[in-house]
């Protein structure tokens, strides 16, 4: 369906310290080598406890780095008309940060939100004999993968127009937050997907929340690992316990759990 989140990328100047550090947060495997790319990066599947993937490690090259490109995570936006989902987007406010690419997983572009959240947009090429397959890197409850995507953005009403326009999404419900306005939750075909919200004096962009079975011995493996909690612990309805964290490279994240 057009507009599900279908992969999480990082984006990181050093994968093997990435590894290490969400190896023991998250308990991901990332291999110790990637696959080579066309323009001198590498990149890395992130394999789940399960055997799935949770989404994929990109390194930032020294190059890159020139041209401002810094850690952080990034989603991928399903469309089965790629074409048209950039025209469209570009025609509700958005910029093209990386034109239509043809890749072996598929034709994608990158893409940034009226409010300057950057986001590709993929139309992904099935496995081998598996022209069915779905991606499950998104899961409201299941562990080790994606159970929030969060957007902070400088006008929450401009940003929940675009994605309304542009994918669909609905904002069927919300909470009031206070002086910061309300915190917009977003729908898509039955299922939450996360929220919208006003950004505040947090740089404006997308986070997510990936669960873990135990938050409280998660947050502890992000400090004893060189991470750093900038938000939280809180608890939040559904009795989950939330951070928001920074990886020891720069990239910015959330962990999402169940209180004991």
Same mark, same amino acid.
């Given at each position: 369906?057009?507009?599900?989140?279908?992969?999480?990328?990082?984006?990181?100047?050093?994968?093997?310290?990435?590894?290490?550090?969400?190896?023991?947060?998250?308990?991901?495997?990332?291999?110790?080598?990637?696959?080579?790319?066309?323009?001198?990066?590498n990149y890395r599947l992130i394999?789940?406890?399960?055997?799935?993937?949770?989404?994929?490690?990109?390194?930032?090259?020294?190059?890159?780095?020139?041209?401002?490109?810094?850690?952080?995570?990034?989603?991928?936006?399903?469309?089965?008309?790629?074409?048209?989902?950039?025209?469209?987007?570009?025609?509700?406010?958005?910029?093209?940060?990386?034109?239509?690419?043809?890749?072996? !997983?598929?034709?994608?572009?990158?893409?940034?939100?009226?409010?300057?959240?950057?986001?590709?947009?993929?139309?992904?090429?099935?496995?081998?004999?598996?022209?069915?397959?779905?991606?499950?890197?998104?899961?409201?409850?299941?562990?080790?993968?994606?159970?929030?995507?969060?957007?902070?953005?400088?006008?929450?009403?401009?940003?929940?127009?675009?994605?309304?326009?542009?994918?669909?999404?609905?904002?069927?419900?919300?909470?009031?937050?206070?002086?910061?306005?309300?915190?917009?939750?977003?729908?898509?075909?039955?299922?939450?997907?996360?929220? =919208?919200?006003?950004?505040?004096?947090?740089? !404006?962009?997308?986070?997510?929340?990936?669960?873990?079975?135990?938050?409280?011995?998660?947050?502890?493996?992000?400090?004893?690992?060189?991470?750093?909690?900038?938000?939280?612990?809180?608890?939040?309805?559904?009795?989950?316990?939330? =951070?928001?964290?920074?990886?020891?490279?720069?990239?910015?994240?959330?962990?999402?759990?169940?209180?004991?």
């Amino acid at each position: 369906m057009a507009g599900e989140f279908i992969w999480y990328e990082l984006m990181t100047p050093d994968p093997a310290g990435a590894a290490a550090f969400y190896g023991a947060v998250v308990h991901w495997t990332i291999p110790a080598t990637g696959d080579a790319m066309p323009n001198g990066s590498n990149y890395r599947l992130i394999t789940r406890p399960d055997g799935g993937t949770a989404g994929g490690m990109l390194e930032l090259t020294p190059p890159m780095v020139e041209h401002g490109a810094r850690p952080l995570w990034l989603p991928y936006l399903h469309t089965p008309d790629i074409e048209a989902t950039i025209n469209k987007a570009v025609a509700l406010g958005a910029s093209v940060h990386m034109g239509l690419q043809e890749l072996p !997983a598929g034709r994608m572009a990158m893409l940034g939100d009226p409010g300057g959240a950057p986001f590709y947009v993929m139309d992904p090429t099935p496995p081998e004999g598996q022209p069915d397959a779905k991606s499950d890197v998104f899961s409201e409850t299941a562990t080790h993968r994606c159970g929030w995507n969060e957007l902070a953005a400088p006008d929450e009403q401009a940003a929940r127009d675009f994605y309304s326009g542009l994918f669909g999404w609905e904002s069927p419900d919300g909470m009031d937050m206070g002086p910061q306005g309300r915190y917009h939750f977003v729908a898509h075909g039955g299922q939450t997907l996360g929220a =919208i919200y006003r950004q505040g004096n947090e740089e !404006a962009g997308w986070r997510f929340y990936f669960r873990v079975p135990d938050i409280d011995a998660a947050i502890s493996r992000v400090t004893g690992n060189g991470g750093t909690v900038i938000d939280g612990p809180h608890d939040v309805p559904g009795n989950d316990r939330v =951070i928001l964290a920074r990886d020891p490279q720069g990239a910015t994240f959330g962990l999402a759990g169940a209180i004991e």
